[in-house]
């Protein structure tokens, strides 16, 4: 077969390259090998491991248990790799995180800041499953924690078209907001990537959960969905929208517009993952503002910060 295939024109194996590459999802941080045999395409000569090796990070769908084994990946590799990288997903947990070793405190950022970090990354794809909702986590991390990841990312670079999974309305319906800033959604996200991009769109879409009454297998299908935030809606019920109580999975999708400019820029650190967060109160760079959940947050350990930061750290790093 391999005689066969190098008759082909270049272009053909190409496409063929592309093709099975498409069919791979290349998973890092779940604690389970991938099978050798995946790439076993590139081991057949050196002619095809030569034209095929560069359609893998182009074609393939990366998957990524948390941001830690995103950054482990992928500052680990040539930055040609980086810029090659078309279609990720991520569960986006805020970063560093120390599972043991570090009884002082540190700050911890944001996941779109983690994207900063990968010069030329210019994905056509990114999807962002929400780390905060249905994983146990104590409420005070959940509601608004969700909106404002949305939200900066929705800010960020790096990706062409960007899809958020929640599994519930919360991030905005919820009444629970001790900051009061969250605002009517999607119309305002959409007018801030407008204001970047002109042609830009960001919709949401509620899948709602099927009824006890409902004995049909037949699933919900996603519908069109806004909503205003839950604590303004407790002081003025008028303002709800018409599905403003339906529950369900809701999915976020931002488009950038057709000339923007997505790639993240700026240089690389030239150094893995390991060695950045080894260092001495924990990675940061200037620009970037820590995040803090409230103000017993932010004022450290005193107030049970150590115990939920090591809450993040258990859901984020065990396999």
């Known amino acids: 077969m391999l005689p066969a295939l190098l008759a082909l024109p270049l272009e053909l194996r190409e496409l063929i390259y592309q093709h ?21 395409l590139l081991q057949t000569c050196k002619q095809i491991h030569h034209e095929a090796w560069r359609f893998l990070p182009l074609s393939a769908q990366f ?28 569960r986006a947990y805020p970063f560093p995180l120390y ?4 009884v002082d405190y540190y700050s911890t950022y944001e996941f779109s800041n983690a994207l900063s970090l990968l010069p030329g990354l210019h994905l056509n794809r990114l ?14 991390w959940r509601d608004v924690v969700t909106y404002f990841d949305i939200e900066a990312l929705i800010k960020s670079d790096g990706w062409k078209e960007l899809v958020y999974h929640t599994p519930n309305t919360d991030f905005i319906a919820s009444g629970y907001d001790h900051r009061k800033k969250r605002v009517a959604q999607p119309e305002n ?39 205003q935030p839950g604590h303004e809606v407790i002081l003025n019920p008028k303002i709800a929208e018409p ?14 517009g057709k000339r923007a400019r997505y790639v993240v820029l700026g240089l690389s650190e030239k150094r893995t993952w390991k060695e950045l967060k080894g ?34 750290a258990s859901r984020a790093l065990s396999s």
């Open 127 to 140: 999807v962002v499953d929400d780390c905060w909702h249905g994983f146990g986590m104590v409420d005070g």
């Open 99 to 102: 599972a043991e070793g570090r």
């Open 243 to 256: 599905d403003q109580d339906l529950k369900g999975a809701v999915t976020i999708v931002a488009r950038r």
């Open 20 to 40: 099975i590459f498409s069919t791979y999802t290349i998973r890092h941080g779940y604690g389970r090998p991938t099978s050798s045999n995946r790439v076993a």
């Open 189 to 227: 996200w959409n007018a801030l990537l407008k204001e970047r991009d002109g042609e830009a769109e960001v919709q949401m879409f509620l899948t709602p959960d099927k009824k006890r009454s409902d004995v049909t297998h037949q699933p919900n299908k996603p519908r069109p969905w806004k909503a």
């Open 63 to 90: 998957d990524f248990r948390g941001t830690e084994a995103m950054l482990d990946t992928l500052l680990s590799v040539d930055q040609s790799v980086v810029t090659r990288v078309r279609h990720m997903r991520v």
């Open 279 to 312: 260092k001495a109160g924990g990675f940061s760079r200037e620009d970037w503002e820590p995040y803090y959940n409230d103000t017993a947050d932010a004022v450290g350990w005193i107030y049970g910060g150590w115990g939920r930061r090591m809450q993040m």
